[in-house]
């Protein structure tokens, strides 16, 4: 923990702190990339920079930290840094990047607060800053020895044995070694990340979840295209790593992918679950599926998709399958087009809607779509009483705006 003289420094100024962090934030991402453009252009997520959701991210986790780390009697706050473990152990980030973010950080902190930052705020401030990024490393270290690997052997050359066109806009890829040698091992639920070479020469990494991590030598991710598109009223870029991968990656060729990581992973006792997802969000809960299949599960599991139409949604054949081979499980669907479908049972039209869902005593509920979406779901799942630890989601972005919902 923090000493006492740096907690009540922390404490004090971390209204002022918090309010400028949103300031500060785009200046450091702009410090550092002028001191390393090898970090913008291979490491960090170009688009998210553009629309500034790392920054808005960045800036949460940092005032979330130190809010926990003064608090009396809240919780451990090493407990919320593993989802941001996870995703910098899939990128190889390693232990001596850390001061390069130190150094820029605390530059920017200086150029926008100025002579307010005196040597006393500096050291407590920077006590907070070492104090999580301690905690990362170390949990970072343990995820690279659980998955036998170090931050420069985190990524190895798998070869596309099939792609399936799952929709229009999505297309899923099955992966293999070369020589059909297994694979690490992988829990359901976890993701790879995924590293190009675009045409600009940018090596650009994205996240996508695993679908098919029961066979040992076999792993199955999908890809949806995302195009350039108006987004609260600014244009959103598009994907450059989804297109890239829709456009130029087939039968035969090579992808750089990581070990698994991630920590939205099933409980291991018989729990009722259910999962929730819109979209390519689906993806994450056909890991599910499949594993609880592949185990002959009896538990009971209700699926609930929502997607534009039956045209759009990816996996609904495959979901459907893989829901009748269970038991105890059921599925409903709501699609905002119904073509010429009519409602029934299991076909709900409009966007998804709980309040007439009967959802299962003391299940775990696992969410993964849009962070619009999730956060409406989890609105509505804590006004219907459900616990806030048996709500479980997955972001593939930065966590800004779910985090706080």
């Known amino acids: 923990m923090l000493s006492p003289a740096s907690t009540e420094v922390v404490r004090a100024t971390l209204p002022v702190i918090g309010a400028a962090i949103g300031e500060i934030t785009p200046i450091f991402y ?48 090493r407990a919320v840094l593993a989802r941001i473990a996870h995703k910098h152990a899939s990128l190889g980030i390693r232990e001596d990047q850390y001061p390069i973010v130190h150094e820029h950080l605390f530059a920017a902190i200086v150029e926008v607060l100025g002579e307010a930052v005196t040597p006393e705020i500096a050291s407590a401030w920077d006590e907070v800053y070492w104090h999580m990024a301690e905690s990362l490393i170390a949990i970072e270290k343990e995820l690279y020895a659980e998955a036998g690997v170090t931050p420069d052997t985190v990524f190895q050359r798998l070869v596309v044995r099939r792609r399936v066109q799952e929709s229009p806009d999505t297309v899923s890829f099955v992966l293999a070694a ?92 018989e729990v009722p679950l259910v999962l929730i997802s819109a979209g390519i969000g689906i993806t994450p809960m056909i890991g599910f599926l499949r594993h609880l299949v592949h185990a002959e599960s009896d538990r009971a599991v209700l699926v609930l998709h929502a997607d534009r139409s039956l045209a759009n949604h990816a996996h609904r054949a495959e979901t459907a399958e893989l829901v009748e081979a269970l038991p105890g499980a059921t599925q409903l669907r709501w699609y905002e087009d119904l073509g010429t479908r009519e409602a029934d049972e299991v076909l709900r039209a409009g966007r998804i809607d709980l309040d007439g869902v009967e959802l ?42 779910l985090a706080s919902a």
Not at 32 to 52: I, S, T, V
């Open 178 to 269: 070369e020589d059909g040698s297994p694979l690490p091992a992988a829990h359901p639920g976890q993701y790879v990340s995924v590293a190009v070479r675009l045409p600009d020469g940018a090596r650009q990494i994205r996240q996508y979840s695993l679908t098919r991590a029961p066979q040992a030598s076999e792993w199955g991710i999908s890809v949806k295209a995302i195009p350039g598109h108006r987004e609260d009223d600014a244009i959103a870029p598009a994907g450059e790593v989804s297109n890239f991968l829709h456009g130029n990656v087939f039968e035969g060729d090579e992808m750089e992918v990581s070990a698994p990581f991630g920590e939205l992973t099933l409980p291991e006792h």
């Open 360 to 401: 299962p005593a003391e299940a775990e509920i696992y969410l993964c779509g849009p962070v619009p979406f999730m956060a409406s779901v989890r609105a509505t799942l804590r006004r219907r009483g459900v616990a806030e630890d048996r709500i479980h989601y997955e972001v593939f972005g930065p966590d800004a705006g």
């Open 30 to 77: 702009r410090r550092m990339f002028a001191a390393h453009p090898e970090l913008e252009r291979d490491l960090f997520n170009r688009g998210n920079q553009a629309q500034g959701d790392q920054q808005r991210a960045l800036a949460g986790a940092i005032a979330a930290y130190a809010t926990l780390l003064v608090a009396e009697d809240g919780p451990d706050p």
